[in-house]
């Protein structure tokens, strides 16, 4: 079984930036695909941003597309996202999970997903 804990969530003013990481154990991490998702209250999760094992490529939300980005680095068994420009719609909680495959077919999907971290509280204020 794979642990996931993520870090770095909190509360930021609209415009602001925060970088979300994900610690992994496993001595397989780089293999598999890696993402972030988020839920609000009242809807699905969905995903934010994906990276491929090993990192080549690269799935962002269309709502985030541009503002965030997602990294790895597989020495640290870590993932991150930075986030910027802030939004309050981007207010939710944020999971960080771990793949069953190193890649996804047309975008990521929340049954991919076999391992999952506790999730992190992001909130943006206006």
């Known amino acids: 079984q794979v642990q996931l804990v993520e870090s770095g969530g909190g509360l930021v003013q609209a415009g602001g930036s925060l970088r979300l990481s994900c610690a992994a154990s496993g001595r397989t991490f780089s293999t598999y695909a890696m993402a972030w998702f988020r839920q609000a209250p009242g809807k699905e999760r969905d995903v934010v941003a994906a990276?491929?094992?090993?990192?080549?490529?690269?799935y962002y939300g269309d709502s985030v597309r541009g503002r965030f980005t997602i990294s790895r680095d597989d020495a640290k068994n870590t993932v991150y996202l930075q986030m910027f420009s802030l939004k309050p719609e981007d207010t939710a909680v944020y999971y960080c999970?771990?793949?069953?495959?190193?890649?996804?077919?047309?975008?990521?999907?929340?049954?991919?997903?076999?391992?999952w971290g506790q999730g992190t509280q992001v909130t943006v204020s206006s």
């Open positions: 990276i491929t094992g090993r990192g080549g490529i690269t």
């Open positions: 999970a771990r793949s069953s495959r190193g890649d996804w077919g047309a975008r990521p999907r929340v049954d991919e997903y076999d391992n």
